[in-house]
Antibody, heavy 123, light 106 residues
Framework: EVQLVQSGAEVKKPGESLKISCKGS????????IGWVRQMPGKGLEWMGI????????RYSPSFQGQVTISADKSISTAYLQWSSLKASDTAMYYC????????????????WGQGTLVTVSS | DIQMTQSPSSLSASVGDRVTITCQAS??????LNWYQQKPGKAPKLLIY???NLETGVPSRFSGSGSGTDFTFTISSLQPEDIATYYC????????FGGGTKVEIK
């Protein structure tokens, strides 16, 4: 069974750093792209970026380029989303997603979703 | 960015009603269009991919159609468990989502 299991909720202060995780299981982790989607409180879905764990090829939405870093450790089948300096506006639920294809085709449906990690940034 | 305009933003219908949601892309996206269902407090779930293909295990009362810039998502007979917000998403270019349609029972 394919599963994406995310790390737990976080409460941070503005200016702090944070790294959240998404562990894949039940499939070949290095063969499918893993992306991140933001959902701010009461709002819609926003695609942030995506990584191919096989070779760490990474693409970002222009809206998030330079604001976050996406990485992966294929040895432990885990993808990460990190911030170097959080802002209150980063408060949101963050979902990791699997793109339903591998290799060159990172543009594809998101067939599996993690359970979400709620990040709260408040002074 | 390709903009996705989804309508209506919310709707209320009775059990058994036919429900239709539309999604319009700001440019031609062929059939690179997916539909997701998000129930309250849960992660979204893929229902329809490539505009009209039903994901495995999804009830047949859900369907999708369209190509180019105009797409439609239909629930043929609304059930109580279909209460959710539905999102369209294009992947012709960097993925973008529609604003969502909240479906409620009248």
């Amino acid at each position: 069974e394919v599963q994406l299991v995310q790390s737990g909720a976080e409460v941070k202060k503005p200016g702090e750093s944070l790294k959240i995780s998404c562990k894949g299981s039940g499939y070949s982790f290095t063969s499918y792209w893993i992306g991140w989607v933001r959902q701010m409180p009461g709002k819609g879905l926003e695609w942030m970026g995506i990584i191919y764990p096989g070779d760490s090829d990474t693409r970002y939405s222009p809206s998030f380029q330079g604001q976050v870093t996406i990485s992966a450790d294929k040895s432990i089948s885990t993808a990460y989303l990190q911030w170097s300096s959080l802002k209150a506006s980063d408060t949101a639920m963050y979902y990791c997603v699997r793109a339903n294809c591998g290799g060159d085709c990172y543009l594809s449906p998101f067939d599996y979703w993690g359970q979400g990690t709620l990040v709260t940034v408040s002074s | 960015d390709i903009q996705m305009t989804q309508s209506p933003s919310s709707l209320s219908a009775s059990v058994g009603d036919r429900v239709t949601i539309t999604c319009q892309a700001s440019q031609d996206i062929s059939n690179y269009l997916n539909w997701y269902q998000q129930k309250p407090g849960k992660a979204p779930k893929l229902l329809i991919y490539d505009a009209s293909n039903l994901e495995t295990g999804v009830p047949s009362r859900f369907s999708g159609s369209g190509s180019g810039t105009d797409f439609t998502f239909t629930i043929s007979s609304l059930q109580p468990e279909d209460i959710a917000t539905y999102y369209c998403q294009q992947y012709d270019n960097l993925p973008t989502f529609g604003g969502g349609t909240k479906v409620e029972i009248k």
